[in-house]
């Protein structure tokens, strides 16, 4: 089992500016690159605040830890083919393509490993100088939002 980011609609809109294109269980991961006009009070385009779905190449500001019946392996080899569904893989040599796929190893797998089954993030991130800064919001968890709800 490997535990991983998936779409989700548990907190969507919760937070003012929440959007959410991508299925709910999609794989999703913060390739999605973040534009200069995206800014740490969350103005700019929304990029900085969007997870990438794997298939549907759309975004969504929910995530959800979930341990998925997949290995590391299928999940680089999927995020391999959204790169290159998304013409990001063509714009790089295979050294840069290959940093930044290990890089996103660790990046998203990395800290959704260290989260538990359930768990909901939002992302902020944005270009300073010293590079990209990408931060994890926790959001709570499904198992608190459906509590919250009821039945």
């Not at 840069?96 to 490993?113: N, Q, T």
């Not at 538990?116 to 939002?145: F, K, M, Q, S």
Request: hydrophobic share 40%; with cysteine; aromatic share 6%.
């Amino acid at each position: 089992m490997l535990k991983a980011f998936v779409s989700t609609l548990i907190t969507q809109g919760d937070h003012p500016g929440d959007f959410c294109f991508v299925p709910a269980n999609e794989l999703v991961g913060r390739h999605a690159l973040v534009c200069d006009l995206e800014k740490p009070d969350r103005s700019g385009c929304g990029c900085g605040q969007a997870f990438g779905g794997f298939t549907s190449h759309t975004g969504t500001t929910t995530a959800m830890v979930t341990s998925l019946d997949i290995t590391e392996r299928e999940w680089r080899e999927q995020l391999f083919q959204s790169l290159c569904d998304t013409g990001w893989a063509a714009a790089m040599d295979a050294t840069d393509l290959a940093e930044l796929i290990d890089g996103l190893v660790d990046h998203d797998l990395g800290a959704a490993g260290k989260l538990p089954d359930g768990t909901i993030v939002g992302r902020r991130a944005w270009n300073e100088a010293r590079g990209t800064i990408d931060r994890l919001i926790y959001r709570g968890t499904a198992v608190a939002a459906a509590a919250r709800n009821g039945p």
